[in-house]
């Protein structure tokens, strides 16, 4: 099902107010368009029925005294439904067409250059289909510098600009169209922009975004409003929600949902056999489901972050550990702690094409019980079943901690043994001092995202064999996974008491163990120039 903010009035073909004609003449501005990548005679600018009905939603309704009711639109939707387009298209409106205040700005903001840049290229790809508009028009668009569009008859402007590019302050925008919310680094330029529009008589601002992550950011707050606003708990007629949201409890798989929440799938705009194909990944990794439901079914997820991987997934490798481990090639990872918390050893043996872990942890003896209760997690009983060594004190003994890596060394072909640098030294030291191989790894996105793509590969093709231990499905269990906007994840904890020590140390030892394969990226140049900059 749908959210009750869900626009059946785009489609339901209900009467929209136009007593001054606003609402037609921008229609018919937008017709006149060209686009370089029209399919239409004469590369006419396509507006569909349903993008038509908004346009003439916007701009149509009027006060008795002749100004705009619509002051602030929020469009949510999903990729593929050529939002791109329409910013370049409404801005060339406000810039050149009949919307336009002489002298006025106008502006396309976005969170950085190349976003912003997105919606610019699209109207100046519009001006240049046109001589008559080449001939009115002067575009700047050097590369990393200012890039605008100016109408020569009276002086109004379009400028493209972002978060990164400094303070905003200053600016007396008549029109605004704020690209992708969700992604803004933090809300200055919305506040810079917000405020200064008051400045203008009858200026508009356009949010159009696909749905987010979490509440504590500046596009949740708009959006949340802005579904206020269309259910009725807010009476607000300046603001226009178009919400083509998702419900987070619905059927991601019913395609009759992609549908419902794309509306130009059935017009061509997406391919039905990529989303099924991102639907079946989804099937098995939790990271591809969620991003399938944000950016395909414009799901606003209420985590900042994804788990790490589906336990029902993990735990195809529970079963009996194989037989013939003594002596084959082992990778060891170690996720040391302060002396009061968990540590963690896994070993990770090669055999045939399966990915063997042992895992060992460490914790202090005293008080196991209240450490217990504090992260609500059965230590004495995982204790007693040989799953975890209380060494004795409240700290941990990290010469109990050496001795088992010593331990592992006699008993696997040990390759390498790698520390998280933090606390390593203790137990790091007196091993490298006597030969083992030992090596850092950092815990940053340039060493995890790799690392996390392998151990998932891992995992989905059914070759992490872990034995069912509880400790470290218990661990893998609290990951959670941050995903920046540039796609690189990184391991965190789910919430502030849960331990992902041994994820943490199986990451590493996976990683290293199918390093081994081929020559991945922790050999390549890319990855050597990364790591010269820490």
Same mark, same amino acid.
């Given at each position: 099902?749908?959210?009750?903010?869900?626009?059946?009035?785009?489609?339901?073909?209900?009467?929209?107010?136009?007593?001054?004609?606003?609402?037609?003449?921008?229609?018919?501005?937008?017709?006149?368009?060209?686009?370089?990548?029209?399919?239409?005679?004469?590369?006419?600018?396509?507006?569909?029925?349903?993008?038509?009905?908004?346009?003439?939603?916007?701009?149509?309704?009027?006060?008795?005294?002749?100004?705009?009711?619509?002051?602030?639109?929020?469009?949510?939707?999903?990729?593929?439904?050529?939002?791109?387009?329409?910013?370049?298209?409404?801005?060339?409106?406000?810039?050149?067409?009949?919307?336009?205040?002489?002298?006025?700005?106008?502006?396309?903001?976005?969170?950085?250059?190349?976003?912003? @840049?997105?919606?610019?290229?699209?109207?100046? @790809?519009? $001006?240049?289909?046109?001589?008559?508009?080449?001939?009115?028009?002067?575009?700047?668009?050097?590369?990393?510098?200012?890039?605008?569009?100016?109408?020569?008859?009276?002086?109004?402007?379009?400028?493209?600009?972002?978060?990164?590019? *400094?303070?905003?302050?200053?600016?007396?925008?008549?029109?605004?169209?704020?690209?992708?919310?969700?992604?803004?680094?933090?809300?200055?330029?919305?506040?810079?922009?917000?405020?200064?529009?008051?400045?203008?008589?009858?200026?508009?601002?356009?949010?159009?975004?696909?749905?987010?992550?979490?509440?504590?950011?500046?596009?949740?707050?708009?959006?949340?409003?802005?579904?206020? $606003?269309?259910?009725?708990?807010?009476?607000?007629?300046?603001?226009?929600?178009?919400?083509?949201?998702?419900?987070?409890?619905?059927?991601?798989?019913?395609?009759?949902?992609?549908?419902?929440?794309?509306?130009?799938?059935?017009?061509?705009?997406?391919?039905?056999? *990529?989303?099924?194909?991102?639907?079946?990944?989804?099937?098995?990794?939790?990271?591809?489901?969620?991003?399938?439901?944000?950016?395909?079914?414009?799901?606003?997820?209420?985590?900042?972050?994804?788990?790490?991987?589906?336990?029902?997934?993990?735990?195809?490798?529970?079963?009996?550990?194989?037989?013939?481990?003594?002596?084959?090639?082992?990778?060891?990872?170690?996720?040391?702690?302060?002396?009061?918390?968990?540590?963690?050893?896994?070993?990770?043996?090669?055999?045939?094409?399966?990915?063997?872990?042992?895992?060992?942890?460490?914790?202090?003896?005293?008080?196991?019980?209240?450490?217990?209760?504090?992260?609500?997690?059965?230590?004495?009983?995982?204790?007693?079943?040989?799953?975890?060594?209380?060494?004795?004190?409240?700290?941990?003994?990290?010469?109990?901690?050496?001795?088992?890596?010593?331990?592992?060394?006699?008993?696997?072909?040990?390759?390498?043994?790698?520390?998280?640098?933090?606390?390593?030294?203790?137990?790091? @030291?007196?091993?490298?001092?006597?030969?083992?191989?030992?090596?850092?790894?950092?815990?940053?996105?340039?060493?995890?995202?790799?690392?996390?793509?392998?151990?998932?590969? $891992?995992?989905?093709?059914?070759?992490?064999?872990?034995?069912?231990?509880?400790?470290?499905?218990?661990?893998?269990?609290?990951?959670?996974?941050?995903?920046?906007?540039?796609?690189?994840?990184?391991?965190?904890?789910?919430?502030?008491?849960?331990?992902?020590?041994?994820?943490?140390?199986?990451?590493?030892?996976?990683?290293?163990?199918?390093?081994?394969?081929?020559?991945?990226?922790?050999?390549?140049?890319?990855?050597?120039?990364?790591?010269?900059?820490?």
């Amino acid at each position: 099902m749908m959210t009750k903010t869900y626009p059946h009035w785009i489609f339901d073909g209900s009467e929209i107010a136009d007593p001054l004609g606003h609402g037609e003449r921008a229609v018919q501005f937008l017709r006149a368009l060209r686009h370089p990548k029209s399919t239409l005679p004469k590369r006419a600018f396509r507006l569909d029925e349903w993008q038509e009905r908004i346009i003439r939603r916007i701009y149509g309704p009027r006060n008795e005294d002749g100004t705009r009711v619509v002051k602030t639109v929020v469009l949510v939707i999903a990729r593929g439904n050529r939002k791109t387009s329409l910013a370049g298209a409404l801005s060339l409106l406000h810039t050149i067409g009949p919307e336009r205040v002489p002298g006025g700005e106008n502006i396309l903001a976005a969170s950085d250059r190349k976003q912003a @840049g997105y919606g610019f290229r699209e109207a100046a @790809g519009i $001006v240049r289909e046109d001589k008559r508009l080449v001939a009115a028009t002067r575009i700047y668009d050097a590369h990393n510098s200012v890039k605008t569009i100016h109408f020569i008859r009276d002086g109004s402007f379009l400028e493209a600009i972002s978060g990164d590019a *400094g303070t905003q302050h200053g600016r007396t925008p008549a029109f605004v169209f704020a690209d992708e919310l969700h992604i803004w680094r933090n809300a200055e330029l919305w506040k810079a922009l917000k405020s200064a529009m008051v400045k203008s008589q009858g200026s508009l601002l356009v949010v159009a975004t696909t749905s987010g992550r979490g509440q504590e950011n500046i596009a949740f707050e708009i959006v949340d409003r802005a579904r206020k $606003v269309a259910s009725g708990e807010i009476i607000d007629p300046t603001m226009l929600p178009i919400l083509f949201e998702t419900a987070a409890d619905a059927d991601w798989k019913d395609e009759a949902l992609w549908y419902a929440a794309n509306p130009g799938l059935a017009l061509g705009y997406q391919d039905i056999e *990529g989303l099924r194909q991102l639907a079946r990944e989804g099937e098995t990794s939790i990271t591809a489901r969620e991003t399938f439901r944000q950016y395909n079914l414009n799901v606003w997820l209420d985590h900042s972050t994804d788990p790490f991987v589906d336990m029902q997934i993990y735990d195809r490798g529970g079963g009996a550990l194989p037989d013939g481990l003594d002596g084959l090639p082992c990778w060891i990872g170690v996720d040391m702690s302060t002396t009061t918390d968990l540590t963690a050893v896994v070993a990770c043996i090669r055999k045939d094409d399966d990915f063997v872990v042992l895992p060992h942890f460490f914790c202090p003896g005293d008080n196991l019980r209240a450490r217990a209760d504090r992260d609500g997690v059965p230590y004495p009983a995982w204790a007693a079943a040989g799953h975890l060594a209380p060494t004795p004190g409240n700290v941990i003994d990290y010469s109990a901690v050496e001795a088992c890596i010593r331990g592992l060394n006699e008993r696997f072909d040990v390759r390498e043994i790698g520390f998280d640098p933090a606390y390593a030294q203790a137990v790091m @030291g007196p091993l490298t001092d006597d030969g083992l191989p030992t090596a850092t790894i950092r815990q940053g996105w340039v060493t995890q995202s790799p690392a996390l793509n392998e151990l998932e590969r $891992v995992i989905l093709a059914g070759k992490l064999l872990h034995g069912g231990h509880p400790v470290l499905r218990w661990c893998f269990d609290n990951v959670a996974i941050h995903t920046d906007s540039a796609g690189n994840r990184t391991m965190h904890k789910g919430k502030s008491r849960d331990r992902v020590d041994g994820a943490v140390a199986t990451w590493m030892a996976v990683s290293r163990a199918a390093a081994s394969e081929t020559r991945s990226f922790y050999d390549s140049d890319a990855f050597t120039e990364d790591m010269a900059s820490f």
